[in-house]
């Protein structure tokens, strides 16, 4: 009786282990669950990295003189003092507020000399042309300002976009 059980077991050990259908099932959702994290923590990289995307120091947003100019909405600037020239604490200085129909109406560009990767980034521009606003808060024809990326993109939008600084090669 020995002989025989001892027999049976070497049989079965002999044998290859069969895989069963719940191995596979769970090999396929961890095979799911690792895609989805890995896509999701792409997604969220990218993100980030999109989020330190933006206009470079040296960029001109011109604003052509138009009569025409009809929009109503305004951005609000910090106004940097010649004397601090960083981007820290601006916007607890004093504000000015940037009209785009008022700044399209007399001409004008903004250059961009510095830009800080914080949240939300920030961007120091200096501003050259005419008046920004017919309100009391005016910045004037010329001032240094610190404004936030979103400010900036808006005004770049209504301007028609940003042009590159000094070009060393090519047209």
């Known amino acids: 009786m020995n002989t025989h059980r001892w027999r049976r077991r070497r049989d079965v050990i002999g044998r290859p282990r069969r895989q069963s259908a719940d191995d596979s099932f769970l090999a396929a959702i961890l095979m799911l669950i690792a895609g989805a994290l890995l896509t999701v923590t792409t997604g969220i990289w990218a993100m980030q990295e999109l989020e330190q995307f933006?206009?470079?120091v040296g960029s001109v947003i011109v604003f052509k003189p138009d009569k025409a100019a009809s929009e109503?909405?305004?951005v609000d600037g910090a106004i940097v003092d010649s004397v601090r020239a960083g981007l820290t604490d601006a916007f607890h200085d004093r504000h000015c507020v940037l009209s785009p129909s008022v700044m399209a109406r007399e001409g004008g560009s903004f250059v961009i000399e510095a830009r800080r990767l914080s949240t939300p980034p920030l961007y120091r521009v200096h501003w050259a042309g005419g008046?920004?606003?017919?309100t009391?808060?005016?910045c004037?024809?010329?001032a240094d300002l610190v404004l936030e990326r979103s400010?900036?993109?808006r005004l770049a939008n209504m301007a028609g976009g940003f042009r590159d600084g000094l070009r060393l090669i090519g047209p």
Do not use: A, Y
């Open 54 to 56: 933006g206009p470079s």
């Open 72 to 74: 109503q909405w305004s």
């Open 131 to 134: 008046h920004t606003s017919s």
């Open 136 to 138: 009391p808060g005016d």
């Open 140 to 142: 004037g024809m010329q």
């Open 151 to 153: 400010g900036l993109m």
